[in-house]
């Protein structure tokens, strides 16, 4: 009697391109996340996508246009979650939580497209610095027109285009390197580390929305007399 062959189920069901392509990048994300990029082989994408190699190259090409291709869905997914995530018709508050909420949800349940599009792309800089840059830029986009969007409500002072994005750009970096600090500390809770940052920049806008604004002392000389001081 002859021993027991394997069954052959014959060729693989073609999919769709666009199901082949999502395979491709969440085996690309997955592989990249842990080995880095330069350590990361197209031979263990493909095994790991379930595909040989030569599909690999013709569906999404080179090593880099494969890992460029990964940080553009991964920003774009990004940005996706913390647009459906804020609240429009909320007062600032309440849109500038919701919208952390949604930023530190998307990371808390993508640690490894996080790790992509922001460690492995920052680290790698040249042709992959526009495209991280790219998304920083959209970001920043984005809590800008919520900022400026807070001038509709009642005695919340209108800010400027320039104010805005420049506060913008200041809670971004904050919270990329909150999302960086968690993927070290994956044990805290989403909901705790997004109202961290609530606090710490709620506490500074709110001051500035209601029109309480600080200044620097003033520089005087060494030897000028504070004032009230007897002469």
């Known amino acids: 009697m002859h021993a027991e062959q394997p069954v052959r189920t014959g060729r693989a069901k073609r999919l769709p391109r666009a199901v082949r392509e999502r395979q491709i990048l969440d085996a690309a994300v997955d592989v990249f996340s842990r080995l880095g990029f330069h350590a990361s ?4 994408i493909s095994e790991v996508a379930g595909i040989s190699k030569p599909m690999l190259y013709a569906y999404l090409g080179s090593k880099e246009e494969l890992f460029a291709t990964c940080i553009r869905r991964e920003a774009t997914r990004m940005m996706e979650a913390i647009a459906t995530g804020v609240e429009p018709d909320q007062p600032p508050d309440v849109q500038l939580w919701s919208g952390l909420r949604a930023f530190f949800g998307f990371v808390g349940g993508n640690r490894a497209g996080w790790q992509v ?11 992959f610095a526009a495209e991280l840059a790219d998304m920083r830029g959209r ?3 984005l809590v800008a027109a919520l900022l400026v969007h807070s001038s509709d409500f009642p005695n919340v002072p209108r800010a400027g285009d320039k104010e805005a ?7 971004v970096g904050a919270g ?6 968690w993927l070290d500390n994956p044990e ?5 580390v997004a109202a961290r940052l609530m606090n710490l920049v709620w506490m500074g806008f709110g001051d500035l929305v209601g029109g309480n604004v ?13 004032p009230g001081a007897e002469s």
Do not use: K, N
């Open 214 to 226: 600080w200044h620097p002392p003033s520089r005087r000389a060494p030897d000028t007399p504070q």
């Open 117 to 127: 599009l922001h460690r492995q792309a920052s680290s790698q800089g040249g042709p």
């Open 188 to 192: 805290e809770p989403a909901g705790v």
């Open 41 to 44: 082989s197209m031979d263990e």
């Open 176 to 181: 990329e390197s909150l999302a960086d600090w």
């Open 139 to 141: 970001a920043i986009s």
């Open 165 to 171: 994005e420049s506060l913008a750009a200041a809670l």
